[in-house]
C-alpha cells in the first residue's frame, strides 16, 4: 500500500513539474517576444536605464590614468525574474504532500531545458535592436541557469554555451572581454539579492556562496584607448 502510495505521489508531482515548467516557458517567451514589439520600444523603455554605472580606472594611450564610467546589468529583465519568482511560488503552495528533494531536481531540471529551448527559439530579429539588449539577455541566461544549477539535464552547459554565442555573436569581442568581469560580478550581486525569494531552486545548489566584491573595486581587465 506504501510503494502504491508512493508511486501516485511521483505520478502527481510528475504532472506538477511539467505544468509548472510549460508555464514558465510560456512566460518567458511571451517576455521574449514583448522585446521586439513596438509598443515596448515606443514607450520609452530603455535597457540601459535598469543599468548599474560603474566609475573606473583604465589606462590611458599616453601612460596616465583616466577615470571612466561604464554600465552593466544590475539585475535580469522582469519577465525572467517572473518566471523564477512565479516558480518558487508555486513550490511554497504545495503543502501536502510536500515535494521532496527529487521533485525539486526534476522541476530545476524541467524548467533548465524549457528555458535554453525558449532562447534557442528566440526570433533573430530580438537580437538587432542594440548590443545592449545583447548584453542583457546574455546576463539573464547566465542568471536564470545559476539559481536552476541544481538540474540534473545532461549536455545542457553545451547548450548554454551556444545559445550565448548566438546572442552576443553581434557584440564587438573587445567590448565583451572588457564586460566579462563586471558582469561576472554583477551577476553574482543579483543571485545574492534574489537568493532569498528564490530558496527552493537556489538550495538545490548553492553557487556563489562569499559574497561578491562591489562593482567599482573590481581589477581592471583591459586598457582601452
Known amino acids: 500500500l506504501v ?13 506538477w513539474v511539467d ?12 517576455g521574449i517576444k514583448n522585446l521586439e514589439s513596438e509598443a515596448f520600444w515606443m514607450s520609452g523603455e530603455d535597457i540601459v536605464r535598469r543599468w548599474e554605472e560603474v566609475d573606473m580606472q583604465l589606462d590611458s594611450e599616453d601612460g596616465g590614468v583616466r577615470r571612466d564610467t561604464v554600465c552593466v546589468p544590475a539585475c535580469v529583465l522582469p519577465h525572467s525574474f517572473a518566471v523564477l519568482f512565479n516558480t518558487c511560488s ?3 503552495q504545495v503543502v501536502d504532500p510536500p515535494l521532496g528533494s527529487d521533485t525539486l531536481h526534476l522541476l530545476a531540471t524541467k524548467l533548465a531545458v524549457e528555458t535554453v529551448e525558449a532562447y534557442e527559439k528566440m526570433p533573430p530579429s530580438v537580437l538587432r535592436h542594440s548590443d545592449q539588449l545583447c548584453v542583457q539577455l546574455a546576463f539573464d541566461l547566465d542568471f536564470t541557469m545559476d539559481v536552476l544549477a541544481g538540474h540534473e539535464a545532461q ?19 573587445i567590448d565583451l572581454s572588457f564586460l566579462a568581469p563586471l558582469l561576472e560580478t554583477a551577476r553574482k550581486r ?12 537556489v538550495q538545490l ?4 556562496t562569499r559574497a561578491p566584491a562591489s562593482l567599482p573595486s573590481l581589477p581592471k581587465p583591459i586598457n582601452i584607448p
Open 190 to 201: 543579483a543571485y545574492h539579492r534574489a537568493s532569498v525569494v528564490m530558496g527552493p531552486l
Open 90 to 92: 508555486a513550490v511554497h
Open 205 to 208: 545548489k548553492r553557487l556563489h
Open 3 to 15: 510503494e502504491g502510495l508512493d508511486g501516485v505521489r511521483r505520478m502527481g508531482h510528475g504532472m
Open 19 to 30: 505544468w509548472i515548467a510549460t508555464i514558465g516557458r510560456k512566460e518567458l517567451e511571451q
Open 155 to 173: 549536455g545542457l552547459e553545451q547548450r548554454v554555451e551556444r545559445v550565448r554565442g548566438a546572442i552576443t555573436g553581434g557584440v564587438d569581442p
